[in-house]
């Protein structure tokens, strides 16, 4: 049976209070961006949903990128109708016929929103129910467990009667709580945080550090595929690639070996914050594993923490590496992520990298190092190069963002 809307339901943001109509503008904004290359859907917003009419429009394509944005909770196909009890009753039927494979069990669910329609909820679940049972002699009815629950939805404009209800990402809208910039590696945990820190509305700038020619140009385009994926979910993301050779090998000669990756994320902290205040960002975000290696026990992310007086968001902190896998997997980086070019945090690894380093240490060692550092931190940020990564694989110089895209 041919579906001529999809009706989207929203998720958290249904509980923001005097808020809520500007936040479910903004992902109203992203769900019509998202679907911009159909250009034949309308757009109704309605009390914590939004309708889409079809109008000839392929409903698995619309599907297919629905489920993927943050801030809708489900959505379902929907086949609308006027008011008409006997409409109501037929078309009822028809979706029920269409099913495969056939159910053997339902129930009706009526939610009437608009309270002036003649009949209540309970005797409309009598109405319909009795017309399909009369209708389809194998189906019987369950209201526990049934195969199928048939849906219909009495608003004023319109009935919408419907039987699927499709999981979307769910989460809050892109940008309803602020900006991060993410440390984005060529390995597998970062681009996960990323994911998970978009889903829960942060905006965000990927920072990448390179040290080229220690590291190759493939591992560079490894990661601008990395960061188009993530503009897949997030409409558009900056790229910050940031030159760490001359730094990276000034710190490898300090003659402390086992701090070399220690003071090399400290660094790399103090560069994504002052980028981050350039870009009006507000939190840092890694990829970092409670325990998974050398600089993420808890020893090492209190000292290495300690550089950056940015919020430091670790989505993945907790998590089990398989379960990190397996949500890489899901969202479409692991195959990229796990391409053999490696990036700079592989350089100068010690034998013995410190797992509890020493605070006041670091602190010296960075102290003798004074203004040499600085400057070679200052150049870092002044040599970073800058690209714009669209959802459609896109890249762009970067700039201030055009009037058609501010939700950026």
Not at 108 to 134: C, F, I, T
Request: hydrophobic share 40%.
């Amino acid at each position: 049976m041919k579906y001529d809307l999809v009706l989207v339901r929203f998720g958290e943001i249904t509980i923001k209070g005097r808020n809520r109509n500007r936040f479910e503008a903004m992902l109203l904004t992203r769900i019509k961006s998202a679907l911009k290359e159909m250009p034949n859907l309308e757009f109704v917003r309605g009390y914590a949903r939004v309708y889409i009419h079809l109008n000839g429009e392929s409903y698995e394509q619309v599907g297919d990128r629905l489920k993927d944005i943050f801030g809708i909770q489900t959505f379902s196909p929907v086949i609308s109708s006027d008011h008409d009890l006997e409409v109501i009753r037929e078309t009822s039927l028809q979706l029920m016929r269409s099913l495969s494979p056939a159910p053997r069990t339902f129930k009706v669910s009526v939610k009437r929103g608009w309270k002036q329609y003649p009949h209540d909820s309970v005797e409309m679940n009598h109405l319909v129910g009795a017309h399909v049972l009369r209708n389809t002699p194998d189906l019987k009815v369950d209201v526990r467990s049934p195969d199928v629950e048939l849906k219909i939805d009495i608003q004023h404009e319109s009935t919408y009667i419907y039987c699927e209800v499709e999981k979307a990402a769910g989460g809050f809208p892109l940008g309803m709580n602020g900006k991060g910039m993410l440390l984005l590696s060529g390995g597998i945990d970062s681009p996960v945080a990323g994911w998970m820190a978009m889903r829960k509305g942060l905006k965000i700038e990927a920072v990448h550090f390179h040290s080229y020619p220690f590291t190759s140009e493939q591992a560079k385009e490894k990661v601008i595929s990395l960061a188009k994926r993530l503009a897949y979910y997030g409409g558009k993301i900056k790229l910050h690639l940031v030159p760490f050779t001359e730094l990276q090998t000034k710190l490898a000669q300090s003659g402390h070996d086992s701090l070399i990756i220690t003071l090399m994320r400290r660094s790399m902290l103090k560069i994504t914050e002052r980028l981050a205040e350039q870009n009006g960002a507000l939190a840092i975000v890694t990829g970092d594993s409670l325990g998974q290696v050398a600089s993420q026990t808890l020893g090492s992310m209190n000292v290495i923490g300690r550089s950056s007086s940015l919020p430091l968001l670790r989505p993945l902190v907790m998590m089990d590496k398989q379960d990190i896998i397996d949500c890489a997997e899901r969202i479409g980086t692991f195959q990229t992520s796990i391409l053999p070019f490696e990036d700079c945090c592989t350089l100068f690894v010690p034998k013995s990298p410190a797992t509890n380093p020493n605070l006041a240490l670091v602190e010296r060692v960075e102290a003798h190092m004074g203004e040499e550092l600085e400057r070679l931190i200052e150049e870092a940020v002044l040599g970073t190069e800058v690209l714009v990564l669209r959802e459609d694989g896109d890249i762009e110089s970067a700039g201030e963002p055009k009037e058609e895209d501010a939700w950026f």
